[in-house]
């Protein structure tokens, strides 16, 4: 197999560069950083002519200047005379704009999956928010796409830390993570029913966990009000420790006094997002798909 | 011809209205914001099946965000059946980053032609910077492109205003646009000579200008540094008023205190990018565009 | 009385040296800028030394920057000598933060007034929003504080235009602005009635209007959802041309689009907030402010 | 001593939680948000009458909002009956700004000391960037103020991983850090030279270090400029393996790519601003903080 590079836009540097020790190839953090009137400067800092590039991009709090900034950049290695780009972006945005709800709204995602199509020849993602798609192939057709999971590694961390525990899904949708978890530390799970009344005002309902812990899991944490909904109806219901755990830790709004304020112990997070709450790295994860997406080609 | 819609992005409505009433079509503001993470929602508010719909995008101060818009909207627009789409991007951002300075440089311009030509079939825009590339044409290869000149906007609103003056160029690049004005209003120019020290760090030389007032002008004023040397050297040389007038006024930084702090007398812009010293619109000049644009095809 | 001078903060030197020709006075615009970590550098550029200045302010679309670089700009004023400072704020944010609503929130606009109270000997604003006070005297009770209303002029531009009609506010906190701008065109004046049901989602109510045109006129518009309501009830109650007049269009989200594509013909708000539909200036209106502040003193 | 709880600011939630289980405290997350139209939102979770807090503000990154945040938080506080309000701000913005180096400029932190001293009755912060003033008390005269370090955590957490090796000051105001530093660990120290040629343009000059191995320590990295000329300094001077840590982590621009790109084998923080390189927390020093403040009072 050819050599392998591995690049990294910008706050992406340290997931990258523990990736390239995991792998075992040369690390480079790219020139990025934006003018005063908001574009976006990239400078690739080595000889790509020849070579293969994974190139890293956490697009998590900054999702246009983010998808933009990997664009500039695989444009750039091509013009380097890269081999094959392969996009590492460990949080992929736009994915639960995955449908047209009214009429005249884009499927956004099938875009933003078109313009990395045109840019890449792979993609190695974590945990993408699949909901009306159910694989990551019905989205990019045409290029090589890995799917990788943090939720056996989010499941271990907490189980070691705090013991095993059943898993519950706060909603329909995160019944395939509190599935995926749970079967990894080797205990049950439940889904709780989401009514979305609001943007921001969910009611959850369900029957409780027979248990005095329970482990919360997402893919994502956005305004934080699905997880305060859980994690109220578990305290109701008489489960004493709560813990969160998600893969991408988004946080936007109150959500961290939603969380902390409803009774929740602890918030376990992956590093594709940079956050505060980050203590579980998805290099290894990460590392794996993309051998397997070298392996494919 | 077909019938021609014209929607706007967000920030972009007024000038989009207004070229709407020069051109007698209907007008929709396209429903845009962000979500709390960053992403962009967009709406398209009416049946564009079968239409021509020229789509009004304002990128200065945001460009980010407004590429990732017009691509969505275009997107959008496809997807509900309109038979054409004409992007109408008054300011056109990366222009400047029109060649590879340092060895691993995007000449960023060519990305972002691409990703709009994939999207849009013509293009429209006002006094698109072109120092490296000489014609819009030689950018837009694939699309009808039009460029049009708020040049003769600008100069005719100075001179009718202040009396007609000397038009001065603040360095090589800026001939074209002094050139122009002045013929617009049958006077002379003049081209200073710029020494770029650093990136907000400029010298501005040349002879002095033989009279009592004079008008600077520019394509883009962004941290306002050629403009106040420009502006120093003319009022050193016994120049006792000096104007200024760009078409697309950026002026990040402290780009107001430079310029005024240098001895300007007035600051005069279009209305490309939505800022306080737009006195000039450019409604007719891109409705003009949008004509010439609809013939070619 | 003592030479006064005018100083602007970033953003509002057009309003500024507008308002300084009018009262004949000098304008310096501040140097102010962002460091790329987000603190902002203020510099005084003249001499200030025993003379009073007014600060001009312009708060809107960013106001945590806005309410730093003010009371950085007064304080550089007063350790350069300046004898008196008056803040001219033609948009005062935090002003609708003016009760408790929940336990544990705080009656921000208090705090907002007594940080500046702290930095400056007078405040000049431009319809101030008053809801649960009823006189800017009751917020800054330390200072000597003038608001002026930029109705009138509002009102005058848009029956000059379009011709007099009847005025219409979209709920209760609005009457005063549609008593003020009903009186000095001569008409009548209409109150509708609003239910907020959430954050942005609001429900107008009321009779119709007996006439062909209407203009609906707020102190502050945001996200656009209460102009929306009453735009379509009053299209629906057979109102032909509806019309929106506003003082502070702060347009955030999609309110242009919801304004537009309700039906209304035409926006028309002031300079105090930088926006593409600022037709009117207050400059007068602030001069007189600030000449009857001095007076007071 | 009385009751204290601990309350944090968004994005300090994680180092708050941590500070209270160090000290057996109460903690909450504060309900902390932006409105649309960029006004931030406060509110205070839990029952504050008579009781002490602890109000913890991250305020790098998005220092104005940091600050407003926190003296809206303060505030609210009060109001709601705290006995004693106590900062921690491990991150103190504005502490640079510390001379008027241009006629005209404030001293900025002088400003900022005297806002946080009308809003609370001690503070705590880590590493204050102490150039011009030599102590937290010259900065803050009126109330409790502690300033704790966070160099012998980082210096112990480097050597424990990468073995004991001299430490490096890039320039003179660095020493401090670097003699703290090296004093922990038990090796020598060396201080380089800076000259400052522009913002972001600085050469660093000095003898070599002999030794294989060197870490360079800072209170601040910014753009990255001067350690990237401190680790190059060192690299050619023979030093194989060159490291880097410091307290506050803004890394702005492209500080990443500077730094790595010059050779540095690994990058260390603290928590103080949050950041992917933060390895080593400050929660037990500000706990240390925050005891030596209620004992003073």
Chains 1, 2, 3, 4 share one sequence.
């Not at 956490?58 to 091509?78: D, F």
């Not at 704009?97 to 190695?124: C, H, T, Y």
């Not at 893919?219 to 709560?242: H, M, N, P, Y």
Request: proline share 4%.
């Amino acid at each position: 197999m050819k050599k392998l590079l591995i690049m990294s836009g910008k706050k992406c540097g340290a997931l990258a560069r523990e990736t390239a020790e995991v792998m075992g190839t040369p690390f480079y953090q790219i020139h990025s950083r934006d003018f005063p009137d908001g574009e976006i400067y990239v400078r690739i800092p080595a000889d790509v002519a020849g070579v293969d590039v994974a190139l890293f991009s956490c697009m998590g709090g900054n999702p246009n200047r983010g998808l933009l900034e990997a664009l500039l950049a695989a444009y750039a290695l091509k013009e380097n005379g890269a081999r094959n780009v392969i996009l590492a972006a460990p949080y992929l945005p736009y994915a639960r704009q995955d449908a047209s709800f009214k009429p005249g709204e884009p499927v956004s995602i099938r875009l933003v999956a078109k313009l990395l199509e045109d840019a890449v020849s792979g993609i190695v993602t974590v945990d993408m928010h699949l909901h009306r798609f159910h694989d990551i192939k019905d989205v990019f057709g045409g290029i090589a796409a890995v799917n990788v999971s943090a939720m056996p590694l989010l499941a271990r961390y907490v189980s070691s830390r705090y013991g095993r525990m059943p898993v519950v899904a706060p909603d329909d949708e995160a019944e395939q993570w509190a599935r995926r978890a749970a079967e990894t530390i080797g205990s049950e799970y439940y889904v709780l029913e989401k009514e979305r009344r609001g943007d921001e005002d969910v009611e959850i309902r369900g029957r409780g966990v027979n248990a005095n812990r329970a482990l919360i899991v997402d893919d994502i944490i956005s305004t934080g009000g699905t997880i305060e909904g859980a994690a109220r109806l578990l305290r109701e219901r008489g489960v004493e420790e709560v813990y969160v755990a998600c893969t991408h830790a988004l946080l936007v709004g109150d959500a961290e006094a939603k969380i902390f304020n409803s009774g929740v112990r602890d918030l376990i997070s992956t590093n594709t997002v940079p956050n505060p709450y980050a203590r579980v790295s998805v290099a290894e994860a990460v590392a794996r798909g993309l051998s397997e997406i070298r392996r494919e080609k």
